[in-house]
């Protein structure tokens, strides 16, 4: 068995991704092939803490473009991300792994709130912590909190799950002659607009030299692969 490469990671999983095959709504097949991948690398002692998203369920920016105030449909988003991050829990522990729920927003009878070194114990005790509710606030996206909780938690590299194999010149589903980059530097992402995070949340890793992993979360085992520094996906380091 290899070795892994890092101590600790934050791993950020989109909605989309929870939603498998289907447009919106939980697909608890491929959460429940997720948690067994994660379970495999959580087994060999790696720290996992989650940032997870919501747009299977509700998506704030596309609703505020549609009309509706941006701060009460950022809310709605992070309420979405914590119905997400239930299933993840359930399917989870039902992985044998003992988790922490922790949400931005206070909600005492659903999760704990989030503090940070509190989340920072539940990691040095092995259990897996899953941030939800974003950073608390709007007009931050989900990416923007996983790059600070990535930070905050002192994690050793922020591990981006897509439905794709890592970053292109272009999108690679209506471009088959796409270009898959191994490497990046942060300015690259940046000055070339590629879809890895929106820029805050490149801009907050370059400032703190924080890599950033972009992999297939599809690809059975890819966690492990990743978290043992095999060359997967792509890697935007400084």
Same mark, same amino acid.
């Given at each position: 068995?290899?070795?892994?490469?890092?101590?600790?990671?934050?791993?950020?999983?989109?909605?989309?991704?929870?939603?498998?095959?289907?447009?919106?709504?939980?697909?608890?097949? =491929?959460?429940? $092939?997720?948690?067994? #991948?994660? /379970?495999?690398?959580?087994? @060999? &002692?790696?720290?996992?803490?989650?940032?997870? *998203?919501?747009?299977?369920?509700?998506?704030?920016? =596309?609703?505020? $473009?549609?009309?509706? #105030?941006? /701060?009460?449909?950022?809310? @709605? &988003?992070?309420?979405?991300?914590?119905?997400? *991050?239930?299933?993840?829990?359930?399917?989870?522990?039902?992985?044998?792994?003992?988790?922490?729920?922790?949400?931005?927003?206070?909600?005492?009878?659903?999760?704990?709130?989030?503090?940070?070194?509190?989340?920072?114990?539940?990691?040095?005790?092995?259990?897996?912590?899953?941030?939800?509710?974003?950073?608390?606030?709007?007009?931050?996206?989900?990416?923007?909190?996983?790059?600070?909780?990535?930070?905050?938690?002192?994690?050793?590299?922020?591990?981006?799950?897509?439905?794709?194999?890592?970053?292109?010149?272009?999108?690679?589903?209506?471009?088959?002659?796409?270009?898959?980059?191994?490497?990046?530097?942060?300015?690259?992402?940046?000055?070339?607009?590629?879809?890895?995070?929106?820029?805050?949340?490149?801009?907050?890793?370059?400032?703190?030299?924080?890599?950033?992993?972009?992999?297939?979360?599809?690809?059975?085992?890819?966690?492990?692969?990743?978290?043992?520094?095999?060359?997967?996906?792509?890697?935007?380091?400084?």
């Amino acid at each position: 068995m290899s070795e892994l490469t890092y101590q600790r990671v934050l791993l950020k999983l989109s909605g989309e991704a929870l939603a498998g095959s289907r447009s919106l709504g939980i697909d608890m097949n =491929s959460i429940d $092939a997720f948690c067994q #991948d994660l /379970a495999e690398v959580v087994g @060999m &002692g790696l720290e996992v803490a989650l940032v997870i *998203g919501g747009g299977n369920i509700f998506r704030g920016v =596309s609703s505020s $473009a549609a009309g509706m #105030d941006r /701060a009460s449909a950022d809310y @709605m &988003g992070m309420l979405a991300t914590v119905i997400n *991050g239930l299933a993840l829990q359930d399917s989870l522990e039902k992985q044998g792994l003992t988790t922490r729920l922790m949400t931005a927003i206070r909600m005492q009878e659903v999760a704990e709130p989030y503090i940070r070194r509190r989340a920072i114990r539940h990691l040095e005790k092995k259990r897996v912590v899953i941030c939800a509710a974003g950073t608390g606030n709007p007009y931050f996206t989900t990416d923007t909190a996983a790059s600070l909780r990535a930070m905050e938690l002192k994690a050793q590299a922020l591990m981006k799950a897509t439905r794709v194999p890592g970053v292109y010149d272009t999108n690679p589903e209506d471009n088959p002659n796409a270009r898959l980059y191994t490497r990046l530097s942060y300015l690259d992402v940046l000055q070339q607009g590629l879809k890895v995070m929106d820029s805050a949340a490149i801009s907050l890793c370059m400032d703190n030299n924080m890599p950033i992993v972009v992999f297939n979360l599809l690809e059975r085992h890819n966690i492990m692969r990743v978290a043992c520094g095999e060359n997967v996906g792509t890697v935007v380091h400084g």
